[in-house]
Nanobody
């Protein structure tokens, strides 16, 4: 079992930056692939970024590639999402996810595991 707690959301102007954090409880954190997802009003939850259990591999949705960076600090049981050059369309509730699956294909991607945080709201004004 693992529990996840996100923080770092808020209101920012377009072009600004935010860093989201996700603190995980449980000894097995270091063995989990981790990911970030987001859900905007009226839309389905979508993948944003994923990172392998070792931190050696990262994966991004095309919409955030080059602007967002996912990282993890195993000693702190924390996963981060650094978000730069934010756009109004990045407005959403952002969720941390644990124990997902990384699919190694020509366009590798991360599908979610069973563990979710409560979400943190990000609002980007134009």
């Amino acid at each position: 079992q693992v529990q996840l707690a996100e923080s770092g959301g808020g209101l920012v102007q377009a072009g600004g930056s935010l860093r989201l954090s996700c603190v995980a409880s449980g000894r097995t954190f270091r063995s989990y692939n981790m990911g970030w997802f987001r859900q905007a009003p009226g839309k389905e939850r979508e993948f944003v970024a994923g990172i392998s259990w070792s931190g050696g591999s990262t994966y991004y949705a095309d919409s955030v590639k080059g602007r967002f960076t996912i990282s993890r600090d195993i000693a702190k049981n924390t996963v981060y999402l650094e978000m730069n050059s934010l756009k109004p369309e990045d407005t959403a509730v952002y969720y941390c996810n644990a124990d997902g699956t990384i699919h190694l294909t020509s366009h590798s991607y991360y599908t979610p595991g069973d563990y979710w945080g409560q979400g943190t709201q990000v609002n980007v004004s134009s």
